[in-house]
């Protein structure tokens, strides 16, 4: 429901009835299903698989294809190391996971050409240039998701931990609420009032966060 798709999907469908066994089934409990079970399997099994050197000690460890310093802070490095040895023993399974890449970048970009198009409607367009024409918005939109894609470049840039990514991205996922329950449940409060909320709430996000500790 926090998602820039959703909200579009929702203003721009004639019902929206179809979306709550779908949102609820298919997004809440099947996908959250798949999020936590293959994650814990792949957390769990890499331990018999070389990455944990006390297992490797202990003769826990069924095979050591994978190297031992992931357990020793090198966690970012698990994936990439699954993906090498997927890519050299199951060369199927793995143009299927490079087809599950493809679609998941089509997905992001997705994403990105919607946010840039709400941004410029309704902060741009109602705010600032209330007469803009079809072109120029969208040249906005692009102009927008540059500055979107360079902001990524630029975090991406710096020597940060991917758990401190997804915190953050989430922190700033969740000031997205007050704007839905506004829409859902409290008609009494005002665009000003939400729009500034936030504000404040991504500047102290900015401030608080581990992210923004490393930046100030």
Known sequence: ??????SSFTFSSKSISAFAPQQTWI???VLGFILLFFTIM???GS???GANPLFNKSGFNISNVLPDNIGNGMEFVLIPNLIN???LAAPL?????????LASLTSSGIILLTTGNIVTKDIIKKNFLKQISDKSQISYSRLVMLMIFIFSLIISSFNISIMTLLSFSLSFSCQMIVPLAALCYFPNFTRASIF???IIGFITIILTSALGQFWF
């Not at 429901?1 to 959703?6: A, E, G, V």
């Not at 399974?93 to 890449?101: D, I, K, N, S, T």
Request: a neutral charge; charged letters at 0%.
């Open 1 to 6: 429901q926090l998602s820039p798709n959703f």
């Open 27 to 29: 997004c809440a409990a």
């Open 42 to 44: 792949l957390g769990v």
């Open 47 to 49: 331990n018999v698989l």
């Open 85 to 87: 040895i997927i890519s």
């Open 93 to 101: 399974f793995f143009g299927l996971m490079v087809f599950c890449a």
């Open 196 to 198: 500034i909320g936030l």
